[in-house]
């Protein structure tokens, strides 16, 4: 059974560093993508990044484009999406999903159940 | 940069009724336009891909059509766990979601 678990809920101060972690199991984790979404407090959804765990090819909207960093851990079929310096504005439940397919332009048939992060200011 | 409009934002009906949802790209994304269903407190769910092929395990009242700019999400009879928030989403250049509809119980 294809599988995302991740990592739980955060509570964080502004300009802390956060990396919030996205499990896979049950299938190949190299030869699939692995996207992230956002979804801020009752809002919809908005896409951020994507990784491709077989090589690292990594891709970024351009409105997160530098604003976050997506990687990933193939060697324990994990990804990983981190922030250097979290601002009060990034307080939102955050999604990963696999592709469906091995490339990116696939839709996203696994997700993970989500991880809220708070951050205060 | 493509943009996506859905219509109508919200959409008030009884369960049994038919529901129609539109989709409409600034610019053709061919056929690569998935539906995910959002229900409070879950992740999405993945409905339909490249328009009208349904993903595993949804039931044949949901239906997509369309190509080009403009796609719809059919279901044909609605089901009391069919009230949720629908999502369009291009996966061409940059996958794109578009900004929703609810479907709530009128």
């Known amino acids: 059974e294809v599988q995302l678990v991740q990592s739980g809920a955060e509570v964080k101060k502004s300009g802390e560093s956060l990396k919030i972690s996205c499990k896979g199991s049950?299938?190949?984790?190299?030869?699939?993508?692995i996207g992230w979404v956002r979804q801020m407090p009752g809002k919809g959804l908005e896409w951020m990044g994507i990784?491709?765990?077989?090589?690292?090819?990594?891709r970024y909207s351009p409105s997160f484009q530098g604003q976050v960093t997506i990687s990933a851990d193939k060697s324990i079929s994990t990804a990983y999406l981190h922030w250097s310096s979290l601002k009060a504005s990034d307080t939102a439940m955050y999604y990963c999903?696999?592709?469906?397919?091995?490339?990116?332009?696939?839709?996203?048939?696994?997700w993970g159940q989500g991880t809220l992060v708070t951050v205060s200011s | 940069e493509i943009v996506l409009t859905q219509s109508p934002a919200t959409l008030s009906l009884s369960p049994g009724e038919r529901a129609t949802l539109s989709c409409r790209a600034s610019?053709?994304?061919?056929?690569?336009l998935a539906w995910y269903q959002q229900k409070p407190g879950q992740a999405p769910r993945l409905l339909i891909y490249?328009?009208?092929n349904r993903a595993t395990d949804v039931p044949a009242r949901f239906s997509g059509s369309g190509s080009g700019t403009d796609f719809t999400l059919t279901i044909s009879s609605l089901d009391p766990e069919d009230f949720a928030v629908y999502y369009c989403?291009?996966?061409?250049?940059?996958?794109?979601f578009g900004p929703g509809t609810k479907v709530d119980i009128k």
């Open positions: 999903a696999r592709t469906m397919c091995s490339t990116m332009y696939c839709p996203d048939d696994y």
């Open positions: 049950g299938y190949s984790f190299t030869s699939y993508w």
């Open positions: 990784i491709y765990p077989g090589d690292s090819d990594t």
């Open positions: 610019q053709s994304v061919s056929s690569y």
């Open positions: 490249d328009t009208s």
């Open positions: 989403q291009q996966r061409g250049s940059w996958p794109l």
